[in-house]
């Protein structure tokens, strides 16, 4: 077992703000990596780890670095991206998203096939236990339509998991914050 611990300051991207983490990985397939194999992978883990924002945690559940892409035409479609961890000794199901500030939200993949780029909805996304699953541009990410404009800039998310709402604030930020 290969593992390390990262401490981080819980705030602002990559740092900032004042509450002290820390975030233990363990890496346990490396026996047989190569000592620059096992430095590289722990090195990217704790890149991770310290600019990986929580924003929410429930049920075993973290919630990281989501926002909702602020669309370009007034009531457009958008996207939002983050991640969720699954700390739990179980897998669960994410089953829905809704947020208060848009008239729709789709869990969507982007997919290639036969060299054609194209999104599917998915009806729901296991979260395996002890695993992180990002949504990401080009990947797994929330469809968003109808999207209303927000005075403080924040929506209110309500993640369905296993069929329980867990609910927190979405920054709606320009592409280029990010």
Same mark, same amino acid.
Request: charged fraction near 20%; hydrophobic fraction near 40%; charge should be positive.
């Given at each position: ?11 602002g991207?990559? =740092? ?8 233990r ?34 049920? =075993?559940?973290?919630?990281g670095?989501?926002?909702i ?20 000794? =179980?897998?669960?199901?994410l ?19 036969a060299?054609?780029?194209?999104m599917?909805?998915?009806?729901r ?23 209303r ?11 369905t998991?296993?069929?329980? =709402?867990i ?12």
């Open positions: 077992i290969f593992g390390f611990w990262v401490k981080k300051l819980d705030g991207s990559c =740092g900032g703000g004042t509450k002290a983490m820390t975030v990985r363990t890496l346990h397939q490396v026996r047989s990596w190569s000592a620059a194999t096992r430095i590289s992978a722990t090195f990217v883990a704790m890149l991770f780890a310290a600019c990986n924002q929580v924003q929410h945690r429930e049920n =075993g559940l973290v919630f670095d989501w926002y892409v602020k669309p370009v035409v007034d009531n457009g479609m958008t996207t939002a991206y983050g991640t969720i961890t699954n700390s739990a000794a =179980g897998a669960t199901t089953d829905a998203v809704a947020l208060d500030c848009a008239e729709k939200v789709e869990l969507h993949e982007t997919i290639e096939s060299g054609r780029v194209s599917v909805g998915l009806g996304v296991t979260l395996p236990a002890g695993l992180t699953l990002a949504f990401q541009p080009g990947k797994k990410h929330l469809m968003i339509s109808g999207l404009q927000i005075a403080d800039g924040k929506c209110r998310a309500t993640f998991v296993a069929g329980r =709402g609910s927190f604030e979405i920054p709606i930020r320009d592409r280029r914050d990010r």
